[in-house]
């Protein structure tokens, strides 16, 4: 028995040894415990900015991540857009341009930053679609947002194709995520969607929390609503956390509410600025209020993340649309400065200094210095060396015929333009109606402009006069789908129902030519007419590179290209006038500048640059 007591004694003095070896090992990386958010066991607070990847250029990150940083955060928020991934139905990008997150996560880290990922499916953030692929609508059998097989299915897939990019990357396996979003603002959609049964959606929302949790994504999750909406998106077992909350009573209730009478209490959306519209004012959110909201936050332990800290831009086709009673569709402008603490170019705003005197005054330690500004120039104006007819040009491709009009899904293309062209056997004049019209369009008989429909300001009437064996065209543009709200479902663009002239259906022999503007047209320099759409070419020789702004205050709507770069759409309605051209997408020597002008109302002749962007100007 001694012998036996003596080897116990011996095991218990071992077990005593290791216990801290076990503690440290139950305690590293982040977790979720007694109402607290913990690192390696520590209490800490998050103090987060969100910036989209997406939306700056790759060589930019590091210095928007060190802005962060030297704001006082300790943390960077990003939403993953599945259609920034998933170019084409199968073919996947996460190492092209902006599109290696991976490497956005690793310099997170060696910046000092904690990541937040918030992969969706559905994000929402201003962005196309929401960030949904625009082809899932050509599945007849699939739903989007719902307990549908084969909507989880695409989700399951995408899922996949993400973690296998993450892996690796989460705090408890050393990396910088802490935390991930499971779905986003769903307490919002069921509040839109009472046609869908409350089963229904829990079953939803329910199947994607599993979906993260089985491919691989690591505990902790959270889930972000408005405090109101916790009821329809909160998921059991999964922290919720609030949008747009000003009241810490309201936050600190609703949280104990459905997570077990306990914290951590945190506002994952704290709006240092506010979303902007095309023919809508600029809205912009004082400092102060900002910087008060903040101490608040920190006086009474609150985490919290600015939406947004830093907004960066819609390049391209990227941009997403709203919508409400008074108006079928919002369109989101290029510019997602957002008035964000850190402007669309990465400068240091008033908002952000006064941010970072707050954050200065909680912390024990000196803030990292504010790093320098990224040089800005204003370049000489730049004559236009070339330009091409647009209708001309587009009808060198071979059309697609149908009987009836083809939304853009249908011809199998997402984003740019379609030209829709019919002829006519008998002379007709009367009024033209497209009420499915998605969203833009300028009209042309014989190829004379004969007006603009327009979604934005709902119309879709235009009287025209087509003669014997004359030609209607009609150029649609696309301005981004739907990402918000019920209407999220019905999103295809294009022409989507029948056209009619004097109430009588037009049908047969319509040609589609397409125009995605995927790529940079070549142009061939000839003579162009006003009033109809043009492509301008100029060549810009630099000595050196630096931040610029494209002035587009005398043009009248359009996108333009720089050395194969899609800068995003301009439209002389505003608020925004300037396109912000990012001096690492510029080269010493020669550079190419092209336009499309869908108005071309008078002949351009050239380009101007400013140093300055001009984001509240209305006409």
Not at 67 to 89: Q, S
Not at 163 to 191: D, H, R, T, W
Not at 225 to 251: C, H, M
Not at 339 to 347: L, V
Request: neutral net charge.
């Amino acid at each position: 028995f001694k012998k036996m007591n003596k080897i116990l004694f011996k095991l218990g003095i071992l077990l005593i040894c290791l216990m801290p070896f076990f503690t440290k090992a139950q305690t590293k990386g982040f977790s979720i415990s007694n109402g607290e958010f913990k690192q390696d066991g520590k209490v800490i607070k998050i103090h987060s900015g969100e910036m989209h990847y997406e939306r700056i250029p790759k060589e930019y990150w590091k210095h928007r991540l060190q802005m962060i940083k030297a704001m006082g955060l300790n943390t960077v928020a990003t939403y993953v857009f599945w259609n920034y991934h998933e170019i084409a139905p199968g073919v996947w990008d996460f190492k092209t341009g902006n599109k290696n997150l991976a490497e956005f996560i690793r310099l997170a880290k060696s910046e000092g930053l904690y990541v937040i990922l918030r992969p969706g499916p559905y994000a929402c953030g201003e962005w196309e679609f929401g960030g949904y692929p625009w082809w899932l609508q050509n599945n007849p059998d699939l739903v989007i947002r719902t307990n549908n097989k084969a909507f989880l299915e695409a989700c399951k897939t995408y899922m996949e194709h993400l973690y296998a990019e993450v892996k690796g990357l989460f705090a408890n396996q050393g990396g910088p995520i802490i935390m991930v979003q499971a779905e986003n603002e769903f307490g919002s959609y069921v509040s839109q969607r009472t046609d869908i049964k409350a089963e229904d959606h829990k079953a939803y929302k329910t199947a994607i929390y599993n979906m993260l949790k089985e491919t691989g994504f690591p505990e902790p999750f959270f889930t972000s609503d408005g405090t109101w909406l916790f009821e329809g998106g909160s998921v059991e077992g999964v922290l919720p956390t609030a949008n747009g909350e000003s009241n810490i009573d309201n936050l600190e209730k609703e949280v104990d509410k459905y997570h077990k009478g306990q914290g951590p209490y945190m506002v994952a959306e704290f709006y240092s600025g506010w979303l902007d519209h095309w023919a809508e004012p600029f809205i912009k959110i004082g400092s102060e209020e900002i910087a008060s909201q903040t101490k608040k936050y920190l006086d009474a332990g609150v985490s919290f993340n600015y939406y947004m800290v830093h907004g960066g831009t819609n390049f391209g086709f990227t941009s997403g649309a709203n919508y409400n009673e008074e108006m079928d569709i919002q369109p989101d402008i290029t510019s997602y400065d957002y008035d964000a603490p850190i402007s669309e170019a990465g400068w240091a705003t008033p908002k952000y200094m006064a941010i970072r005197d707050v954050m200065q005054k909680y912390s024990k330690t000196k803030l990292a210095p504010i790093p320098e500004k990224i040089p800005v120039a204003k370049y000489p104006n730049q004559t236009i060396k070339s330009n091409m007819d647009v209708l001309s040009w587009i009808k060198k491709e071979k059309p697609v015929i149908n009987d009836q009009p083809l939304t853009f899904e249908k011809l199998g293309q997402g984003h740019g333009y379609v030209l829709y062209r019919k002829r006519f056997t008998q002379p007709i004049s009367g009024k033209l109606k497209i009420e499915g019209l998605r969203d833009f369009a300028t009209v042309y008989v014989n190829g004379v402009k004969a007006g603009e429909l327009n979604r934005v300001f709902k119309s879709y009437e235009l009287t025209v006069t087509i003669p014997f064996n004359g030609i209607l065209e009609i150029l649609v543009e696309n301005m981004g789908r739907i990402n918000y709200g019920a209407e999220i479902v019905h999103n295809t663009k294009g022409i989507i129902s029948p056209v009619y002239l004097n109430e009588f259906e037009i049908s047969g022999g319509w040609e589609m030519y397409k125009m995605p503007m995927s790529d940079v047209p070549v142009l061939k320099n000839e003579t162009v007419k006003s009033g109809r759409p043009v492509l301008y070419e100029a060549t810009v020789n630099i000595d050196k590179p630096a931040d610029t702004f494209l002035d587009m205050t005398n043009w009248g709507k359009g996108i333009v290209f720089v050395n194969g770069h899609n800068l995003g759409r301009y439209w002389k309605v505003g608020p925004q006038q300037t396109l912000y051209v990012p001096g690492c997408w510029l080269k010493a020597g020669e550079n190419k500048f092209v336009v499309l002008e869908q108005l071309n109302e008078n002949s351009k002749t050239e380009l101007t640059f400013t140093d300055q962007p001009i984001l509240e100007k209305l006409n």
